[in-house]
């Protein structure tokens, strides 16, 4: 077979099956928030792509999360606090960015609006580049 | 020691400078880009010196000397005129639209600050914007206070203590 078509099969080969990337520190957000708060809407997204790190990376994310609590907890401090604890392991490890918009169902039913993350300036330099 | 220190890190920012004329804006910060490239190049002999923040305790009482003594504290990543960072940019962007002067400090050049100011206001990310010596939040809270008018209210009240 010509050298040239070989190399072209083998490569989609390898390619169809090697596994889909996986995202354990995304699925740890998803899972503690919704044990956490029992939200009634979550979004957890992994803007990584957005910033100067490697492809499929978790290191940059932001969440909407509309939880019942939020009727108490207004002051957005305080919920940036709770919200902050609860994924206390992923910040002290993985997660180097997380933007938060948190909630009350009241706030969610007037706006769902969820404004932009700004873009990217370069980073710190503390983190694998692309 | 400690206030020579502190004042080595602080970086005092001026709105006028950057509303009233761009040609002001860059005469007042070439020539620090000038001397960043001139000193990447030649001995480091010729590299600016900076202070050394020396371990968590130096660093704790830093942060409580500045936010204490700065009505507006913002520490970032990069300098407000060159922030390194999409949410550091985003909170200039606002106090600017503010109008207000503010101080800033850039925790890269900080690494004893960066942590300590984590531990200070028990807040994992940067920036962190302090008005009168108390907490007010990260960029998500600093924008959505500034959009809804909140951030102004705060800040007027700054002014006027001030004068």
Same mark, same amino acid.
């Given at each position: 077979m010509n050298p040239v078509l070989r190399r072209t099969f083998h490569l989609a080969r390898r390619t169809m099956s090697s596994t889909v990337p996986s995202f354990p520190v995304t699925a740890a957000i998803q899972q503690k928030l919704t044990d956490a708060l029992q939200p009634i809407h979550l979004d957890v997204l992994n803007e990584s792509h957005m910033h100067n790190v490697p492809k499929n990376s978790e290191t940059h994310f932001k969440v909407v999360v509309v939880a019942e609590e939020f009727e108490t907890t207004k002051a957005p401090l305080q919920r940036h606090r709770r919200v902050n604890g609860i994924l206390a392991e992923e910040l002290e490890g993985p997660v180097h960015a997380l933007s938060i918009i948190a909630k009350s169902p009241s706030q969610w039913a007037k706006s769902n609006a969820v404004p932009a993350s700004p873009s990217c300036k *370069? *980073?710190? *330099?503390?983190l694998p580049k692309k | 020691m400690l206030s020579s220190i502190a004042t080595t890190a602080l970086r005092r920012t001026t709105t006028a400078t950057f509303t009233s004329a761009v040609a002001t804006t860059r005469q007042h910060f070439r020539p620090a880009l000038a001397i960043r490239f001139f000193s990447e190049d030649s001995?480091?002999?010729?590299a600016p010196q900076r202070k050394v923040v020396e371990g968590e305790d130096a660093a704790m009482k830093m942060i409580q000397e500045h936010v204490e003594s700065n009505p507006v504290m913002l520490y970032m990543?990069?300098? !407000?005129?060159? !922030?390194?960072?999409g949410f550091s940019a985003t909170v200039v962007q606002a106090l600017k639209a503010e109008g207000i002067d503010f101080s800033s400090v850039n925790v890269l050049d900080y690494p004893d600050i960066r942590e300590g100011v984590k531990k200070f206001s028990e807040w994992p990310t940067i920036p962190q914007l302090y008005v009168d010596g108390e907490f007010i939040g990260g960029c998500d809270i600093i924008v959505q206070m500034h959009e809804s008018g909140e951030l102004a209210d705060l800040l007027k009240d700054v002014a006027k203590s001030e004068e």
């Open positions: *370069g *980073g710190d *330099g503390s | 001995h480091g002999d010729f990543k990069g300098n !407000p005129s060159m !922030p390194m960072c």
